[in-house]
């Protein structure tokens, strides 16, 4: 069974500082999905990662997919406030042909001003 | 525009009561699921279909059956409602269930079970 492992399972930092998320997962996949979901509400898409090397930027996130260590991070740059959230990664595994979603634990940010 | 809409956002019932969620995409996807997100944040698929076909059931028990009357809508029909069964279930769609595609979440509902 496919695990995915995200940590810090909760992060607290500063404005203005960087930081990195993590996630690992256990089988092999190239694609990864990262979710950022706002107390009490919806997930929303934030990248989508296709292949070995990926790299996409929005704003002040980048994510980035490894897939031979099985490995992805989403890295914070010069944080805001607005950033304060919880990131969900999430791997593809096929299922019979079929995709399905397996999420990892979450990663509880906080942004202190 | 609502991409994914669910009703209803709250449901709040006693254990043992039947009770349904209803979902509607308006993306022209084909594929719907339902998660369930525990108290920890934990999200954990349970259902997925591809134009109305169920494709995916997770180890949920028989107590939940979804439906689907047609490509844009997937409804959730829980039995007997228990005390572990309050979470916030979502649903989400995406264009295809063959190929990459991004899940779309609509905005959830939080049941609580008395």
């Known amino acids: 069974e496919l695990k995915v492992e995200q940590n810090p399972l909760f992060l607290s930092m500063q404005e203005g500082k960087n930081y990195t998320i993590y996630c690992n997962y256990s089988?092999?996949?190239?694609?990864l999905y990262w979710y950022r979901q706002d107390p009490g509400k919806s997930l929303e898409s934030l990248f989508v990662?296709?292949?070995?090397?990926a790299v996409k930027q929005e704003g002040r996130l980048m994510a980035s997919l490894d897939t031979k260590a099985r490995l992805s991070t989403l890295h914070i740059t010069a944080a805001v406030h607005d950033l304060s959230a919880t990131y969900f990664c999430?791997?593809?595994?096929?299922?019979?042909?079929?995709?399905?979603?397996?999420f990892g634990t979450g990663t509880r940010l906080t942004i202190i001003p | 525009d609502t991409a994914v809409s669910q009703t209803p956002k709250y449901l709040v019932t006693q254990m043992g009561n039947d009770k349904s969620i209803k979902c509607e995409q308006n993306?022209?996807?084909?594929?719907m699921y339902w998660y369930k997100q525990d108290s920890k944040k934990f999200l954990k698929i349970m259902f997925s279909y591809n134009n109305k076909e169920l494709i995916i059931n997770e180890t949920v028990p028989n107590r939940f059956s979804p439906k689907s009357p047609d490509k844009a809508h997937l409804n959730l029909h829980i039995n007997s409602l228990e005390l572990g069964d309050s979470a916030v279930y979502f649903c989400?769609?995406?264009?295809?269930?063959?190929?990459?595609?991004?899940?779309?979440f609509g905005p959830g509902t939080r049941l609580t079970v008395l």
């Open positions: 999430a791997v593809d595994s096929r299922d019979f042909g079929n995709e399905k979603l397996t």
């Open positions: 089988t092999t996949s190239d694609r």
């Open positions: 989400a769609s995406s264009r295809s269930i063959s190929s990459y595609n991004e899940q779309f």
């Open positions: 990662l296709l292949s070995n090397g």
């Open positions: 993306l022209g996807h084909d594929t």
